[in-house]
């Protein structure tokens, strides 16, 4: 079974993800609402793949992606954004989102 953080600022949004991913029969470890508990839920869990927002406010995705990749470059994270600016697509893609 495949194993998944969802981190985001907003609740909802997170409670969302975390019903329609228990649908799909995919184990969710572990919830987050910044990019700092993005890093401890990955250092606690190892979950197969993070769902992480970008844009949120303290600890935004990009410090949560970029700590993660210290500790595993492999991980696969997968970055959740409304924010389509091409400035924020470089940062994501230097970053290998």
């Not at 079974?1 to 019903?19: A, K, L, N, P, Y």
């Not at 572990?30 to 303290?58: F, I, N, T």
């Amino acid at each position: 079974m495949t194993s998944v953080i969802v981190v985001d600022d907003d609740r909802d949004t997170v409670e969302v993800f975390c019903e329609y991913l228990a649908i799909k029969d995919i184990k969710v470890l572990g919830r987050g609402y910044d990019g700092k508990s993005a890093v401890e839920l990955y250092k606690q869990h190892k979950p197969d793949v993070v769902l992480l927002d970008v844009m949120m406010p303290d600890y935004d995705g990009f410090y949560g992606l970029e700590q993660i990749r210290k500790l595993d470059p492999a991980a696969k994270i997968i970055m959740v954004t409304a924010d389509l600016t091409s400035d924020t697509e470089k940062k994501l893609v230097e970053l290998k989102a």
